[in-house]
């Protein structure tokens, strides 16, 4: 049996672990936090910094690895790939592309010199006065996810603010002009640079309007679907992606897909799991192929009628203690799995970015009602401290 190391093990790598091993590899996982869930899944794991490429590199020599993966994250992904081209395995972009398409601000320099539709935006260079960008502005760090670091600014003194608050995140910051619009998630898979797999998906959040809760897929009109596509493809070639996933952060206005955000690394909270359950494509499997290096023909059968799939991340309204979940009679039948992040009598001191579950709904149709009230039909009990202000 082939031994695979993921640099990873948090609940986000569950996915890759699953199909990992419906492959028959042998999963071995890094990771040295203690909330990393996912090592409970692998074959083994190692209580490291993933990030730690001497430590990754001995542990690779010394369980005889075969492949490397990147985990769901930046960080991951970019050690999986300095490492893999050092020791010559697997099938990655090059390290320079890989950097570029990581960064921020050097992916919305390429995509704004290829007219490659994107917000305006600079480069902060610590002048204020210099900003030719108009006001609301988006403040973001180049090199995080997740809404780390990002604020929306609407003054100069908000402005001067997210700046020293950001800095805390990078050392590189960026402005964008901020657009307000519908934000979708676009995940394909790329064979000879060209889109072979498309996948198109609602992206909604709850109060924390940079993490998101709620998605399910979505049908584009035919303009925009186009447009964004044609946008992708130009990417692909002009950077010569290697074949395999390619996931996007989209904002639509006015029929025009701005792209803002990019990845060659699985999308979080089991995201790969919404594609496959929608589709029925193996889409974890593929990207496990795409890793390494195993020829893509042939794989991708998605089915010709999409299922309506909901994949929720419970987030609770408050601090306190977490009691247990309540589950609308409406849904409960249509509950077709459900994944804990957090046990019950767990106290939440930082509730706008505590998850504490991942449940899939199935519903015959697509049911506004439901989507306009998820966070009131599954709803997580929090008894407050007396002690506490809230």
């Known amino acids: 049996m082939q031994k695979l190391l993921i640099l990873g093990g948090s609940h986000r790598d569950i996915p890759l672990i699953q199909a990992a091993q419906a492959l028959d590899y042998f999963v071995i996982t890094l990771g040295n936090r203690d909330d990393y869930l996912g090592h409970n899944y692998s074959n083994k794991y190692y209580k490291i910094d993933f990030n730690d490429l001497e430590a990754v590199e001995a542990i690779y020599h010394k369980e005889k690895v075969s492949y490397l993966i990147p985990g769901c994250g930046e960080e991951s992904y970019l050690s999986t790939v300095t490492l893999a081209h050092k020791l010559n395995i697997g099938n990655f972009d090059t390290l320079e592309v890989a950097q570029l398409v990581h960064n921020k601000w050097k992916f919305k320099e390429f995509c704004l010199h290829h007219n490659i539709s994107t917000p305006k935006g600079i480069y902060y260079k610590d002048n204020l006065n210099n900003i030719s960008l108009s006001f609301p502005i988006v403040v973001k760090p180049t090199k995080l996810s997740g809404g780390r670091g990002v604020q929306i600014v609407k003054n100069k003194v908000e402005l001067t603010s997210a700046l020293k608050e950001s800095s805390a995140y990078s050392d590189e ?72 996933m390619f996931h996007l952060q989209v904002i639509i206005k006015n029929n025009i897909p701005y792209i803002i955000d990019v990845t060659r690394r699985i999308a979080g909270d ?28 042939g794989v991708l059968y998605p089915e010709k009628e999409q299922n309506f799939i909901i994949r929720h991340v419970v987030m609770p309204s408050k601090n306190g203690l977490y009691t247990g979940l309540v589950i609308d009679k409406i849904l409960q039948q249509h509950i077709i799995n459900k994944f804990e992040l957090l046990k019950e009598n767990t106290s939440i001191k930082d509730y706008f970015h505590t998850q504490i579950a991942i449940i899939f709904i199935k519903l015959p149709t697509k049911d506004i009602n439901i989507l306009n009230n998820i966070n009131s039909l599954i709803n997580p009990i929090i008894v407050e401290y007396s002690n506490e202000k809230q």
Do not use: M, W
């Open 173 to 244: 910051i960026f402005l964008e002009e901020f657009i307000e619009g519908r934000l979708i998630a676009c995940s394909v898979i790329l064979q000879n640079q060209k889109i072979s797999y498309s996948f198109f998906g609602a992206d909604e959040s709850y109060l924390n309007s940079y993490l998101i809760t709620t998605a399910y897929p979505i049908s584009l009109e035919k303009t925009i679907r186009e447009r964004l596509l044609n946008n992708i493809g130009t990417i692909a070639t002009k950077l010569h992606l290697v074949d395999g």
């Open 270 to 297: 089991f995201y790969p799991k919404l594609i496959e359950l929608c589709d029925n494509i193996k889409y974890s499997q593929i990207v496990i192929k795409s890793y390494t290096g195993i020829p893509l023909e």
